[in-house]
């Protein structure tokens, strides 16, 4: 699904270089759930902003189903995206204006074959995730659990290929986290592809691999059986 080959993205901080990703190989086969450790600055959120078509490497190659991902056009990108991949933040990124099912809907926008099939779907995924009675709630009317439970389902509605999330419990107390990863381990039995950043032991632990960064290099990767 997705492989790197020496995959290279360099920042320049005045007069120093920083190697935020220093020749990474990486596989990520269908129906993994990894989580990505390390500390503070290794490189982990560059990976993901990359992984997901954010972020551009300086060197090294990077493909996704197949597709070398340097070769496509900027319209490619953003339909890739859009279609294939689905992402949740530690700070939820929840519009607040709109109520839990309009945010949930927000990236259909962007598709052109929306439906009103879409706003069956929007309301399955929210009961799926708990919030069948939140359906008309703003963000700030919800808990910071909840929160994050919208901004999945928001992940989720055009049935992604990747999920990833960069730090999904990072602003949730320890009981709320517990629950998230449920719901990841209980997604990725469904098949669902998972790839995770977290500096927490006890959140990595619900993911089948674990990989650890240092200063840009993958320095461990394991996957428990
Ligand atoms: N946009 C940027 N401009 C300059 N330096 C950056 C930028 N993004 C990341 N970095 C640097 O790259 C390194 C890796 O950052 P990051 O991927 O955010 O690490 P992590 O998510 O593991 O904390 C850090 O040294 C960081 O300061
Ligand atoms: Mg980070």
């Known amino acids: ?38 500390p503070s600055g290794s490189g982990k959120s560059t990976l993901m902003n990359i992984l997901g078509f954010l972020d551009t490497p300086d060197d090294g190659r990077y493909r996704f189903f197949g597709e070398e991902v340097a070769e496509l056009d900027d319209t490619q990108l953003s339909r890739i995206r859009n279609e294939k991949i689905g992402f949740v933040f530690q700070s939820f990124h929840l519009l607040p204006r709109l109520t839990a099912l309009d945010n949930v809907m927000l990236p259909l ?22 919030l069948g009675d939140r359906i008309g709630h ?6 910071g659990g909840q929160r994050q439970r919208v901004a999945i389902a928001r992940s989720l509605i055009n049935a992604p290929r990747l999920l990833l999330a960069d730090e999904p419990t990072g602003n949730l107390d320890s009981r ?7 719901l990841f381990g209980e997604l990725n039995r469904d098949g669902q592809t998972i790839l995770m950043v977290t500096h927490e032991e006890e959140i ?15 320095e461990h990767d394991t996957t428990h059986h």
Do not use: W
Not at 109 to 130: K, N, P
């Open 204 to 218: 990595a632990a619900h993911a089948k691999r674990l990989i650890r960064m240092r200063d840009g290099k993958i």
């Open 176 to 182: 709320t986290s517990e629950e998230i990863m449920g």
């Open 1 to 38: 699904m997705i492989t790197t080959t020496k995959l290279c993205r360099r920042f320049r901080v005045g007069d120093t270089t920083v190697h935020a990703l220093d020749h990474v190989d990486l596989d990520i086969g269908e129906g993994d759930f990894v989580a990505v450790m390390g």
């Open 138 to 143: 703003r963000p700030n009317q919800l808990s």
């Open 109 to 130: 926008r962007y598709s052109i074959d929306a439906t009103a099939h879409d706003q069956d779907r929007g309301v399955e995924l929210l009961e799926r995730l708990g």
